[in-house]
C-alpha cells in the first residue's frame, strides 16, 4: 500500500421502500472495503452499488454490483459486503428472505479542488485482459474551482499510450481542455491476449470542485 496519500471508506445501507412492504435489512456489523493500488493511483473516488439477498437467518446470497465503480474496487466491494452481519427483514413478526442492495462508497482524503476520476470502464477483445493504470500525473489545484466534470473516452494503444481522446460531456471547455492535457500524459499496461499486448476503449469520468457527475 501507497503511504502518500491516506484513506478513508465510508459504507451505507439504501433505504429502498419500493423493493417490499415489510422492513428492510438492517446491517449488525460490517468491514470497511479495501483500495486497490491502481485507484489510490489513479485517485478514483465513487460508489459501487452490491446487490444481494439476506435470508430468513441472516445469511447472505447472489452478492454482486449492479453499479460498479471500476479498477478492482468492484471486487472488493463485493468482498467486503460478504462479511458483512445482517438481522434479515420482518414482516408480521417473522423473519422473511429479501433481496436488497447497498451503496459502498470509496474516499480518498484528498482536496475537493483536486480533478480526481469516479469511474473508470474499459472495453478489451474477447479474451483479453483490461489495461492497467501504471502512472497518473495530475495537475497542480486550482485554488478557487468551480464544480467541474469530464467525461472522455479514448484508445489504449499497445504501448500503453491514450490515443484519439474524446470528451462526450463537460461541465466548461475549459476541464475539458485540462483533462485532455494531463491524461495524454497516462500511462497503461496495455490489454493483453494470447501473450501479447493489444489495443483496448476506456471510458473515465473525472470531477473536481465536488461537482455532480454522471452514472
Not at 25 to 39: F, H, K, N
Not at 61 to 66: A, E, G
Not at 107 to 133: C, K, M
Request: proline share 7%; with cysteine.
Amino acid at each position: 500500500m501507497k503511504t502518500g496519500m491516506r484513506s478513508c471508506f465510508l459504507v451505507i445501507l439504501l433505504a429502498l421502500p419500493a423493493l417490499a412492504e415489510h422492513d428492510q435489512p438492517r446491517i449488525l456489523e460490517r468491514i470497511a472495503p479495501e483500495y486497490t493500488d491502481e485507484a489510490r493511483l489513479a485517485r478514483l473516488e465513487g460508489s459501487a452499488l452490491v446487490s444481494l439477498v439476506v435470508a430468513e437467518d441472516g445469511s447472505l446470497r447472489d452478492v454482486h454490483v449492479t453499479q460498479p465503480i471500476g479498477l478492482g474496487l468492484d471486487e472488493k466491494a463485493v468482498d467486503a459486503v460478504k462479511h458483512w452481519q445482517f438481522a434479515p427483514a420482518i414482516e408480521g413478526e417473522r423473519p422473511v428472505q429479501t433481496m436488497t442492495r447497498v451503496k459502498v462508497n470509496f474516499r480518498l482524503l484528498i482536496r475537493r479542488e483536486d480533478w480526481h476520476l469516479t469511474r473508470a470502464t474499459f472495453e478489451a477483445p474477447d479474451g483479453a485482459s483490461e489495461p492497467v493504470i501504471v502512472s497518473a500525473p495530475y495537475p497542480e489545484p486550482d485554488k478557487s474551482p468551480e464544480p467541474s466534470m469530464v467525461k472522455v473516452s479514448f484508445d489504449v494503444d499497445t504501448e500503453g499510450v491514450p490515443r484519439n481522446i474524446t470528451v462526450s460531456e463537460s461541465s466548461d471547455e475549459k476541464s475539458a481542455r485540462d483533462v485532455t492535457r494531463f491524461l495524454a500524459g497516462w500511462r497503461f499496461q496495455p490489454a493483453m491476449a494470447a501473450g501479447g499486448a493489444v489495443a483496448s476503449r476506456a471510458t473515465l469520468i473525472f470531477a473536481a470542485g465536488a461537482a455532480e457527475v454522471s452514472e
